[in-house]
Nanobody, 126 residues
């Protein structure tokens, strides 16, 4: 069982930055690929980005590439999402998720992730 807790959401003006954190329970965090997703009301959950088990590979959605950066600290059982140059269309709830399979690549489909956090709201004002 893995528990994930996100933090760091809030209200920011367009062009600003936020850093989301996700703290994971468990002793095998370094064996999980991690992903960040977001979901607006009435829409499907959308892949934002992901990071491999050792942090050596990252993958981003085109909509955030060049603006968002994912990192992880396996010693702290944590993964981060640094969001820069935020836009009003980035406003939504953000979730971190754990992929506990042994698949080597970062996966983008929400259904392939096994554990989810409760989400944190990000609001970008224009």
């Amino acid at each position: 069982q893995v528990q994930l807790v996100e933090s760091g959401g809030g209200l920011v003006q367009a062009g600003g930055s936020l850093r989301l954190s996700c703290a994971a329970s468990g002793r095998t965090f370094n064996s999980y690929a991690m992903g960040w997703f977001r979901q607006a009301p009435g829409k499907e959950r959308e892949f934002v980005g992901g990071i491999s088990q050792n942090g050596g590979r990252t993958y981003y959605a085109d909509s955030v590439k060049g603006r968002f950066t994912i990192s992880r600290d396996n010693a702290k059982n944590s993964v981060y999402l640094q969001m820069n140059s935020l836009k009003p269309e980035d406003t939504t709830v953000y979730y971190c998720a754990a992929d506990t399979s042994t698949y080597a690549r970062v996966r983008t489909l929400p259904g392939l992730y096994d554990y989810w956090g409760q989400g944190t709201q990000v609001t970008v004002s224009s």
